[in-house]
Nanobody, 122 residues
């Protein structure tokens, strides 16, 4: 069983930055690919970014490519999402998740955190 906890969300103005963290309860986080998803009110949960068990490859959804960066520190069992040039449409609850391999599909992820709220004001 893998427990994930996100942190780093908050309120930021458009154009600002936030760094989300996802801490895992296991020492073997390196055996999982990790993903970030988000869900805005009234919308489906959508893929944001993913990283393989090592540092490469990574994958990004088109709306965030070039603005967001996913990374991981396996020694600290933590995954990060650096979000720059934030836009109001980035407002959502952000979730991290763990999967056996890199994927954009929600169904591929076995473990999920409770989420952290990101609000971007215009």
């Amino acid at each position: 069983q893998v427990q994930l906890v996100e942190s780093g969300g908050g309120l930021v103005q458009a154009g600002g930055s936030l760094r989300l963290s996802c801490a895992a309860s296991v020492r073997t986080l390196s055996t999982y690919a990790m993903g970030w998803f988000r869900q805005a009110p009234g919308k489906e949960r959508e893929f944001v970014a993913a990283i393989s068990r090592g540092w490469e490859p990574t994958d990004y959804a088109s709306p965030v490519k070039g603005r967001f960066t996913i990374s991981r520190d396996n020694a600290k069992n933590t995954v990060f999402l650096q979000m720059n040039s934030l836009k109001p449409e980035d407002t959502a609850v952000y979730y991290c998740a763990a999967a056996p391999r890199l994927s954009r599909l929600r169904a591929a992820y076995d473990y999920w955190g409770p989420g952290t709220q990101v609000t971007v004001s215009s």
